[in-house]
């Protein structure tokens, strides 16, 4: 059956009417209203004006919904209408450079675009058994993953990090350099003055040109959070069958946990891991497995998460973790020693990276790690002086080379650097450390 055919054989009459008949916390209790979960409705407010809610589950004999909106002036009787059964949104190459809000609706102060095309804001993944194996790199812009952790096209990675260690920019670099056609990026929960300052300043005019940003900011209702993450997967989902390479950016997977968890606890399930009830860990692996390779396109996916107190174990990184294909670790350390971006490598991994990567530039990351690990062992007795020159082999090398591997893992934000412009500065660097390994170096002599 074609999508626009299930689109009506799951549609239900409108004319359903219900009456509000108490509210609990965040939610709205409607009496005889057989509305599915998901469903749109009108709630009537004492003043006549209405506001859009969503049915979220059914108490009793009760159905449970949740406002877009503030509970002013919803009173005992008020009228609830069905309004539509289904959510969809409306696509099409319009969105492109635009800001669209979790209904799809254009804030960005410019006239409205005619999009023709409705998609469905929550679908299946595409089945395992038809997706291609992910074997062509995918080029970010961001030399310290694209040398040492190579990402593939349809690969989900997670972007791990405390808070004010750089993640933005970093995003904002992706979104700028990759070498993917569109770029989708949401923002969840985001704070409103930083809006404008990611799209202006961390995405440019060059970024926004090929990119679509969709935006609930932290004010808007958990309802309208959850739904902006589903929005943007489905707007990635349009570009990606019409056979481009897109990158979606979602920050962050964490406020999309915490919104699902308001809506969770006021539906009434109880609170489990942390507080988060389980239909949180439930729809974290369904809205990621949506990115990924088809027949025609790919999605890529980097996610943002936030770790408490830069714990990694806490209970959305650590569920998270283990549903991507991969993951970036930010430091506190390093981005406290000006050193950006502060991506972690050797707390980083994409498992794809032997797949997308060269023997040659296998064994040149190799090299690389390798005399990072030996220097982060040292560290500490290289800083308090107890460090001799000659006393390991390696540890010298690791030591003379700090500063240029310090330079190929640095970057400025406005400083692009393509795929295969990373990986010959990798190939050269490694090199020189293995003629002197293999000469026996200055530390031995």
């Not at 108490?22 to 004006?49: H, N, Y």
């Not at 804030?107 to 992910?134: C, H, K, N, W, Y």
């Not at 500063?403 to 990986?423: K, V």
């Amino acid at each position: 059956m074609d999508p626009i055919h299930q689109h009506i054989a799951a549609a239900l009459p409108t004319g359903i009417t219900g009456s509000v008949v108490q509210t609990v916390g965040l939610t709205v209790a409607v009496a005889g209203m057989p509305a599915p979960v998901g469903a749109q409705v009108s709630i009537a407010r004492q003043d006549g004006r209405a506001v859009d809610g969503e049915v979220i589950g059914f108490h009793d004999d009760k159905t449970l919904v949740m406002p877009l909106g503030e509970l002013d002036g919803i009173r005992r009787g008020g009228q609830v209408r069905l309004v539509r059964t289904t959510r969809t949104l409306k696509v099409g190459d319009g969105l492109l450079g635009r800001v669209i809000d979790a209904r799809g609706r254009c804030i960005d102060g410019r006239p409205q675009p005619m999009l023709r095309q409705r998609v469905p804001v929550v679908s299946e993944a595409t089945p395992a058994t038809e997706r291609p194996r992910i074997d062509a790199p995918l080029g970010t812009g961001v030399r310290a993953i694209d040398g040492l952790l190579t990402c593939g096209q349809g690969q989900r990675l997670g972007i791990f990090a405390g808070s004010g260690v750089g993640k933005s920019v970093l995003m904002g670099m992706m979104a700028r350099n990759t070498q993917a056609d569109v770029a989708v990026i949401a923002l969840i929960g985001e704070r409103g003055r930083e809006l404008n300052e990611f799209i202006q300043r961390d995405l440019g005019p060059q970024g926004l040109a090929r990119s679509v940003v969709v935006v609930a900011t932290s004010n808007e209702p958990a309802l309208l959070r959850v739904r902006a993450a589903y929005a943007a997967t489905a707007v990635a989902e349009y570009f990606r069958d019409a056979g481009k390479n897109v990158l979606l950016i979602m920050d962050s997977l964490t406020r999309f946990a915490l919104a699902q968890r308001e809506i969770g606890l006021s539906a009434g399930e109880p609170p489990t891991t942390r507080g988060y009830p389980p239909s949180t860990f439930a729809l974290l692996p369904r809205l990621v497995e949506r990115a990924g390779r088809n027949q025609r396109g790919s999605i890529t996916g980097f996610y943002s998460v936030l770790v408490e107190g830069d714990d990694e174990n806490e209970p959305v990184a650590d569920a998270v973790r283990g549903l991507l294909d991969g993951h970036v670790w930010l430091s506190r350390r390093l981005a406290e020693r000006a050193h950006f971006p502060a991506i972690d490598v050797l707390r980083s991994i994409s498992r794809l990276f032997n797949d997308l990567a060269t023997p040659e530039i296998r064994a040149a990351a190799q090299v690389i790690r390798e005399l990072m690990a030996v220097y982060a062992e040292n560290e500490d007795l290289i800083n308090i002086g107890a460090y001799r020159k000659g006393a390991n082999a390696k540890l010298d090398l690791a030591v003379e080379h700090r500063d240029t591997i310090n330079a190929l893992l640095r970057q400025e934000i406005g400083q692009t650097c393509t795929l295969q412009e990373t990986r010959g500065v990798l190939l050269a660097l490694a090199a020189r450390c293995q003629q002197q390994r293999g000469s026996g170096g200055p530390a031995a002599t």
